[in-house]
């Protein structure tokens, strides 16, 4: 069995001036699919930066850290601790979020799309918000055995099955969402955030208004937030890809009016015009300095 699960195992290492980092990341079997997006197990040492801008892309994250303390700003400039063995679960944002470590750091991140976070909670995440919520919270007493069972664990691929393998319990228990909220979540995501709000309402029968009221309590975002958050999450993946052509060419192949308007979007979820925000990348999988 682990055999078949390090087949989905991808890992990017690096080592240089920037540090020495490993990312080992596992990509969900179609039945997980729809409620996690990718699952990280990394560590790091030696790197002269202490701070990362990680940004929204439209999916809420779940992180045990498990080295050294961990610092968040969110919402900037407030700053939370974690230290080994702790972590947090944080809904779906608009705004990008600063990470800081003592140039050394270890743990495993989920990220969950917005059906798995919802089924993880077990209620709406509306009303949890993108605050920065103790692991307890979210999955009760599990939450300790699994923060442990990751602390023990000989390898990144078994800290990744593990976590995998405790999550599928979770999501078995059923998602109790209303069908046409889904459907709603299931074309945006498809359409790559493209796809008109007024046209998906008009399909359901309703209101714009309640559309994204429903949507909003159930999910912890209005679908037209989603969208604007999934384009850019299109055009950074292109960037990063190196699908990246030009700025107007990208600009169209996101949805986007034209350069203006995603060197607007980029300031308003990267906090930085598309050309300066670049120059903050870190090779092989290492994010972006802030």
């Given amino acids: 069995m682990m055999g078949r699960q390090h087949e989905r195992i991808r890992v990017a290492a690096h080592s240089s001036a920037h540090g020495t980092w490993r990312v080992d990341s596992l990509t969900p079997t179609a039945r997980m699919a729809p409620f996690v997006r990718q699952a990280y197990a990394y560590a790091e040492s030696g790197t002269p930066f202490s701070r990362r801008r990680e940004l929204p892309i439209g999916d809420a994250v779940l992180i045990f850290n498990l080295g050294p303390e961990l610092r968040i700003e969110h919402p900037r ?3 939370s601790r974690f230290a080994a063995g702790s972590g947090f679960y944080s809904g779906p944002s608009p705004n990008y979020a600063v990470s800081e470590t003592d140039g050394a750091q270890e743990g495993v991140q989920v990220m969950l799309t917005l059906l798995g976070a919802r089924a993880l909670l077990g209620r709406p995440l509306g009303a949890i918000g993108d605050g920065l919520t103790p692991p307890g919270e ?6 300790g ?3 442990g069972r990751l602390g ?3 390898s990144p691929a078994e800290r990744l099955v593990m976590m995998e393998a405790a999550l599928e319990r979770r999501f078995a228990q059923g998602i109790p969402v209303r069908r046409e909220l889904v459907w709603a979540w299931r074309r945006i995501e498809a359409g790559g ?4 709000i007024g046209a998906l309402a008009a399909e359901l029968g309703c209101s714009r208004k309640h559309l994204a009221v429903g949507f909003r309590h159930e999910f912890g975002i209005t679908p ?4 604007r958050i999934l384009r850019f999450r299109a055009a950074l ?4 890809s190196g699908a990246f052509t030009g700025w107007a060419a990208l600009a169209a192949e996101c949805g986007y009016a034209d350069q203006a308007h995603l060197a607007r979007e980029f300031r308003a979820f990267a906090g930085s015009a598309p050309t300066e925000f670049l120059r903050h990348r870190l090779p092989d999988d290492g994010g972006f300095v802030d």
């Fill in 77 to 79: 400039p407030t700053r």
């Fill in 138 to 143: 979210v999955l009760g007493n599990a939450a």
């Fill in 145 to 147: 055995e699994i923060a």
């Fill in 152 to 154: 023990e664990a000989r």
């Fill in 193 to 196: 955030g493209r796809v008109r």
């Fill in 224 to 227: 037209k937030l989603l969208g």
């Fill in 237 to 240: 993946g292109r960037i990063q």
